[in-house]
Nanobody, 117 residues
Framework: QVQLVESGGGLVQAGGSLRLSCAAS????????MGWYRQAPGKQRELVAR???????NYADSVKGRFTISRDNAKNTVYLQMNSLKSEDTAVYYC???????????WGQGTQVTVSS
């Protein structure tokens, strides 16, 4: 069973930065794609950024140029560096793990990011 634990959320002023971390248990991290999603109140969960096991990345248009996803396979951890934060980035941010060889998806519990304007 895979467990994902997010950290790094909090309250920040508009224009500020935060770095989210997601640590995964188990031994399938390096052969899995990792994603960051977010869900704002009253809205559907949406993809923010994703990184494959090979290191390819993709981003939502709304965060391109401001957010960077990265991974450290030695630490079983994926990061989301968020710069130039806007009030519309306020949401609960979730990490997910998708092993390359299956369609299974594992989710973390989420971490709140609040950007004050």
């Amino acid at each position: 069973q895979v467990q994902l634990v997010e950290s790094g959320g909090g309250l920040v002023q508009a224009g500020g930065s935060l770095r989210l971390s997601c640590a995964a248990s188990g031994n399938i991290f390096k052969s899995s794609a990792m994603g960051w999603y977010r869900q704002a109140p009253g809205k559907q969960r949406e993809l923010v950024a994703r990184i494959t096991s090979g290191g390819s990345t993709n981003y939502a248009d709304s965060v391109k140029g401001r957010f960077t996803i990265s991974r450290d396979n030695a630490k079983n951890t994926v990061y989301l560096q968020m710069n130039s934060l806007k009030s519309e980035d306020t949401a609960v941010y979730y990490c997910n793990l998708n092993p390359d060889i299956t369609t299974l998806v594992y989710w973390g519990q989420g971490t709140q990011v609040t950007v004050s304007s």
